[in-house]
């Protein structure tokens, strides 16, 4: 429990106390309480609520797409095995175990020029950061379900093949209902995980294409540490009300679609 107060309870509470007082060093007390901070921070002219909508739309993008091309690479991986799958599998962890910077040089050195026949550059767009996302994060989303696959017995399908089932309908009828509570699992991680993303960002954004780990880590260079405590603050309900809300749907919700619980 001590442990635990010393590296959860007490970094909190110091973003909270830090968020609350006209400028860092200032002791919290009655008369120094202010939620200035908070203030600028949901006014018009922030950058938080960008930062905020760009991070979602990002998080909630990639986190969908994954989950759509998991459970196909996942089938694919299992049931048809080869030696180009395999060494497929086995460069999906590579984006992943890099630095997000190597990474983030990789899509900025692949996107600088104009992609041919289209002539769109997609550097200084969300697209860049969607795109790093979705390479960054494949390999999260995917491990659940490949795993979830593995166990699924092929039995099944054989039986539903005597009996004259197409592949369409043993995908929908079989593999789709067991893999989806992986797939969701997966994907919500992804979401947890990239919501509050940085070191990829940290190269890839442009101005009105923040992100909140973006917007956070700006504040606190530029010594603005009160502020980038009231966002970090807002991170931190953001996420919690969202375990909660699936806490309280995960009675409705397969087993195992809600990654923290059994």
Request: glycine content about 4%; hydrophobic content about 60%; overall charge neutral.
């Amino acid at each position: 429990a001590i442990v635990l107060m010393f590296i959860l309870v007490a970094p909190l509470v110091a973003l909270v106390v830090t968020s609350l007082v006209p400028t860092l060093g200032v002791p919290l007390t009655w008369e120094t309480l202010t939620f200035k901070a908070y203030g600028t921070m949901l006014s018009q002219h922030s950058a938080t609520w960008r930062a905020l909508s760009n991070s979602l739309v990002l998080s909630i993008s990639a986190s969908v797409c994954l989950m759509l091309l998991s459970v196909p690479l996942a089938y694919l991986l299992v049931r048809y095995p080869s030696r180009g799958l395999n060494w497929l599998h086995q460069a999906i962890d590579i984006p992943y175990t890099l630095p997000g910077v190597v990474l983030a040089i990789a899509f900025i050195l692949l996107f600088a020029r104009p992609l041919p026949i289209v002539e769109y550059t997609l550097y200084g767009t969300l697209w860049i950061i969607f795109l790093a996302y979705m390479a960054r994060f494949l390999t999260v989303c995917l491990k659940p379900v490949h795993n979830s696959m593995l166990q699924l017995d092929p039995a099944m399908e054989e039986a539903a093949c005597l009996a004259g089932a197409t592949l369409h309908q043993r995908l929908r009828h079989i593999v789709l209902p067991l893999l989806l509570p992986a797939a969701f699992a997966g994907a919500l991680v992804v979401f947890m995980t990239a919501v509050n993303e940085l070191t990829v960002s940290a190269l890839l954004w442009s101005a009105g294409h923040e992100t909140l780990g973006v917007v956070i880590f700006n504040l606190d260079e530029s010594g603005n540490k009160v502020l980038a405590a009231a966002v970090s603050v807002m991170v931190v309900i953001l996420v919690a009300v969202v375990m909660l809300l699936l806490n309280g749907l995960g009675r409705y919700l397969p087993k195992g679609a809600i990654a923290w619980q059994n």
